[in-house]
């Protein structure tokens, strides 16, 4: 509506009947959840979980009554619910609000979830001590967050514990090796084992293209950035560029008094 100089605008507002989501907030063994906080979100770019993490509309707000109980009246559409309590959390839960209608959605609090595994070499051979880190998405300001840090044992094996419902990228790296990158895990009774390919080594030597001997100072590096970030060549022009990641990358060489190459 624009104001504008003269006589008064009568504006029409239309009302649509706004839709309800009840249900209980419960523990894993059924018991009710006092005073937890819920919240629906929805997202004005459409049904989608990666949008809705990254631009939430928090479309109403709630704490559970003294048997777990919530209610929650919003605008009719597709939208998503989360409960939390002392460091307990749901996941995002789909939910259609229906206008004019009631929709009953219970919400359940637990860290009982495991996540776990084994981490090999290509051969199968188990790499002790690699580090294993679990991430989860969430929502606003805190929208990245890291739920556990372990390590490996002698025979690969990992286990991570007391999480919530949820989906987790569970992030793997060890010193020699290309890092893995594993996306929405979930926590339950199937495994999650992890191979990690051996990192490699760039070797060679810079030389004058007119005497064939090595120049010394010149500077190598790769692109995109992998293994040592750029390293100075050996006297004789000799380099070599280690721990890095199996891909195809382009060589970069600079040297004072020469035209840069790659």
Known sequence: VTAAPGPPREVELRLRAGGVVHGRVLDGAGVPIPDAEVTLIWNAFGPDRFACR??????????????????????????????????????????????????????????????????????????????????????????FRTRAVVRTGPDGRYRCEHLCEGTYDVWVSLAGYAASRSWGAHPGNEELDVVLEPCGAILGRVVDCSTDRGVEGATVSLSPSGGDASIEVSPDGGFRIGYVEPDTFRVHVSARGYAPAR
């Not at 409960?83 to 996941?91: E, K, M, Y």
């Not at 259609?96 to 084994?118: N, P, Q």
């Not at 070499?121 to 790499?127: F, I, K, R, T």
Request: aromatic fraction near 4%.
């Open 54 to 143: 990254l631009n939430p509309c928090v479309a109403g707000e709630a704490r559970s009554g003294p048997t777990g109980e919530y209610s929650l009246c919003a605008y009719p559409g597709e939208a998503y619910l989360r409960a939390a309590s002392g460091g307990l959390r749901t996941a995002l839960l789909p939910v259609e609000v229906l206008e004019g209608k009631e929709t009953t959605l219970d919400l359940i609090l637990s860290d009982a979830g495991v996540l776990a595994g084994r981490v090999t070499d290509p051969a199968g051979h188990p790499l002790a001590d690699a580090r294993v880190e679990v991430h989860e998405w969430g929502h606003g300001p805190d929208l």
